[in-house]
């Protein structure tokens, strides 16, 4: 039986002695709970049971219909330096009081957790002092661009210093193969060793120390032990040579070793602070301050003041500060940052604005619709942070390694050393192998591998608008074999159009004029697509007298001496109306699903004067995306609660083969079940409707001009409403993941191959070191690598 501790959860949601006791019994059910008392006016409830069963408890009281609030943290790690110490750091906090998820993200140096409401924030931070780490609550100050320049700035001083000490103890082996044979006195490599051991060096004894007083063990261990034998020998074979003798020293060996790793450790902090790149060119579109206008005069006030419903003025050349509605001016916007969208998009009153974006030639007044964490682009912000902070599945592997990493390699290493003994070599020649083992087995690469790639990945998705929310999507969708799209609103525009018109008479020009005519003023969307194609043509519209709506019917009016009507078919049977002509055109536009409206002349002379169809348009580029994903070799399926004529209509022109027509949003759902059993499955949607279909699937992907329901359900989200995002999203998961498969076989093959040699005598402590520092740098390059990846359906586009 496990040991159990005794916890005070927060409910919230009762309102009575009956929800009590429902909480109580509904706890009460997990497995060794004990001790279950509920307290309605406080809203609390103490119980015991296991330590590592608050999820259990959380879930048992939200499927009982109350919740227990939690919040998010994040804090700022120092001191990690390798998979171990984030590792330890993400065991020690979820051992804590309160602590429901813990993830620790070695590139960002930065730990995600989520608590019950009121956890003690200074006891977590405690816990990981005594780890032997330091954090803090992670502030805008920690995160800004400014401090990990210094940090990096820094960084680079120690290694010019170590090198500028190192160099005087390296030339005379560089020399050495061209006939130059010297040496520097035993107390000049003293004195030039020295520093660089204990002044440069000390951040390995000190990460060491922290690790050993936790009773673990971390990469500093491996370099401190292991730079400590060689220097230490040195002082052993200067202590017992004989007088004016030059004794065999390894000052060099240790001094390089340290160098070498700074080295690494100075281009892997300049690497990873390029995979954030996404997120600081993010933060760095967010103006400082607004010009508001208010009783008439205009003034600059910072953001924090602003006041829903305030009116800003953003004057040509400068950044939307928050979100807002165009109430005067015309302009174009720059969304390229946020949306992805490369062509400025043309802004009037009535439209939305988002912050960030770039006004362009016009003097826009706009109202505050969001402000602060609630704009659009704060919450891409927060979304890309997350997934870069998350773990994907596979880093399982890589925490179940480390953790027995560094004692596994301590105890190789003294095998090392003793059996090189047991073999009669020297004391010099075993204890250097030994060093050799400590330093090359690093186990950094194996930390960096898969967070750096996830990091690179998610932003530069975000940058050409794809918004990849967790890293368990980025790793499900490369073997995505199975896309179904919702018909409305992701495939097509979800608005209807005029898709075909036929005159009588053949004047469709005139035809259009006089429905444009009767529908002025309306606002039925059937009405709205003959106004826009009236609008789209330049027509001139004629005034209109006696206008009336014809219930279930359509409406009528009169135009000069005619009185008109434009409905539907039961215009015809009231007024004995047909035309044979436009029968046949009728049943086959009827069979593709469009919605028929009839134009006629009811007085002076009653007779049809022709016939409009209308269908929700197909988006631009739909085409182009289900060819990208078949050329991928990704099938693709149409699931719509649409008519029959008109969903394989859409799927007759896209090509697509399979379509589920006039199916329930649970349905949607059912139908994805049945396909994940085949393959796995991606769904794409934008509406309500389509929330537990996105939910169901194996990825879910949402049209970010769709509802927040669908990208709340979604994994992924689009921020552009085009169709070809979704092979593009596809694609840059397949790159993110095979980096990472890429990462963490170099990782384990640096080591799986240098410890061997190193133990064999094959690898002087030196090149230990060097090809130690050389593994992490070759994974975050190799990371990097996902920042010149763009999207391949628009580079068809512009071809």
């Known amino acids: 039986m496990s040991t159990l501790t005794t916890f005070d959860l927060p409910i919230r949601g009762m309102t009575c002695a009956s929800c009590a006791g429902r909480v109580e019994r509904a706890l009460a059910k997990v497995a060794e709970v004990t001790g279950v008392s509920v307290n309605l006016a406080n809203e609390q409830v103490r119980l015991e049971a296991p330590a590592e069963s608050l999820q259990q408890l959380v879930a048992a009281v939200s499927a009982a219909g109350y919740e227990v609030p939690s919040e998010r943290l994040e804090l700022a790690i120092s001191g990690m330096t390798c998979a171990s110490c984030a590792g330890r750091i993400e065991r020690t906090l979820a051992q804590q009081a309160g602590v429901m998820s813990v993830s620790v993200n070695l590139a960002t140096e930065h730990a995600q957790l989520q608590v019950l409401h009121g956890t003690d924030l200074d006891a977590l931070l405690q816990a990981v002092s005594q780890a032997g780490y330091q954090a803090s609550q992670l502030s805008a100050t920690q995160n800004a661009p400014a401090s990990a320049g210094k940090q990096l700035q820094r960084e680079r001083w120690m290694l010019l210093l170590a090198i500028l000490l190192t160099l005087p103890l390296v030339i005379p082996m560089l020399v050495a193969p061209f006939g130059l044979h010297w040496m520097l006195p035993a107390w000049a490599q003293f004195a030039l060793a020295t520093p660089v051991q204990f002044i440069f060096g000390a ?7 922290s690790a050993l007083r936790a009773k673990t063990g971390n990469m500093d261990q491996l370099v401190a032990i292991g730079t400590s034998a060689a220097y230490g020998l040195s ?22 070793i340290i160098t070498l790793i700074l080295l690494g450790k100075y281009l892997e902090s300049r690497a990873k602070r390029q995979t954030s790149s996404a997120i600081r060119a993010l933060q760095a579109l967010r103006p400082e301050r607004a010009l508001r206008l208010r009783d008439g005069s205009e003034q600059w006030v ?14 040509p050349g400068e950044r939307f500060p928050v979100d807002g509605q165009v109430t005067e001016g015309r302009s174009h916007a720059d969304e390229a940052l946020i949306s992805g969208e490369s062509l400025p998009q ?16 016009g003097r826009l007044l706009i109202e505050t619709t969001a402000l602060g964490a609630e704009t ?7 979304l890309v942070e997350d997934a870069q902070a998350a773990k994907a599945p596979i880093q399982k592997l890589v925490d179940k390694v480390s953790r027995i990493f560094v004692p596994s390699v301590l105890l190789i290493a003294l095998a090392t050393l003793l059996v090189w003994l047991a073999l009669g070599a020297g004391i010099e020649t075993a204890l250097l192998n ?5 330093v090359i087995a690093c186990p950094c690469a194996l930390g960096l591998a898969t967070p750096t790639a996830i990091m690179a990945g998610t932003g530069v998705a975000a940058r050409h608008g794809i918004l990849i929310k967790d890293a368990e999507a980025l790793e499900v969708a490369h073997s995505v074999s199975l896309v179904a799209f919702d018909k409305t609103g992701t495939l097509t525009s979800g608005s209807p159009r005029i898709t075909h018109l036929q005159a009588v008479d053949g004047d469709n020009k005139q035809l259009l ?17 003959v106004l826009d194609q009236c609008t789209e043509q330049q027509l001139t519209l004629a005034e209109v007298s006696d206008s009336k709506a014809l219930s279930g019917r359509g409406i009528e009016g009169r135009i000069g001496q005619r009185q008109l009507a434009l409905g539907n078919k039961r215009l015809l049977e009231e007024h004995w109306l047909q035309n044979q002509t436009l029968i046949a055109e009728a049943l086959a536009w009827e069979a593709e699903g469009r919605t028929l409206s009839w134009l006629i002349e009811v007085a002076p002379q009653p007779q049809v004067l022709g016939l409009f169809a209308f269908g929700d348009t197909l988006k631009e580029g739909a085409a182009d995306a289900i060819r990208a994903l078949t050329a991928q070799g990704i099938d693709s399926h149409l699931i719509s609660g649409d008519n029959k004529g008109s969903v394989n209509a859409v799927a007759k022109v896209l090509g697509i083969t399979t379509a589920h027509a006039q199916v329930l949003p649970a349905n949607k759902a059912a139908i994805i079940s049945e396909l994940k059993k085949d393959a796995v499955v991606a769904m794409v949607g934008d509406g309500i409707n389509d929330a537990p279909a996105l939910a169901a699937a194996d990825v879910g992907i949402a049209m970010g001009s769709g509802t927040d329901v669908a990208m709340h359900a979604a994994g992924i989200t689009l921020m552009r409403g085009d169709p070809r995002l979704v092979a593009d999203a596809l694609d840059i998961s397949k790159r993110t993941y095979n ?4 990462n963490l076989f170099w990782a384990f093959a640096y080591n799986l191959i240098g410890i061997p040699l190193a133990a064999a005598g094959l690898l002087n402590p030196m090149l230990a070191g060097a090809a130690m520092a050389l593994s992490s740098v070759s994974v975050v390059s190799n990371a990097l690598l996902l920042k010149t990846w763009k999207p391949k359906t628009r580079e068809k586009i512009a071809e």
Not at 235 to 256: D, I, T
Not at 346 to 358: C, F, S
Not at 739 to 742: G, L, T, V
Request: aromatic share 8%; hydrophobic share 45%.
């Open 739 to 742: 980096k990472i498969r890429q």
């Open 346 to 361: 043309p802004k009037q009153p009535g439209d939305t604005v988002t912050a960030g974006a770039i006004n362009g030639e």
């Open 235 to 256: 002082l052993y074979q200067w202590s017992v040579a004989p007088a004016g003798g030059m004794p065999h020293l390894y000052f060099e060996a240790s001094a390089v």
């Open 302 to 315: 910072a953001l924090n003041e602003l006041q829903l419903g305030d009116r800003i003025v953003v004057k």
């Open 376 to 382: 659009v682009l704060s919450r891409i912000i927060r």
């Open 434 to 438: 030994a060093v050799a083992v400590l």
């Open 513 to 529: 004029q006089l429905a444009g005519a009767l529908q002025r003023g309306s606002e039925h969307p059937l009405a709205k697509a």
């Open 203 to 209: 951040r390995f004894y000190r990460a060491a120390w």
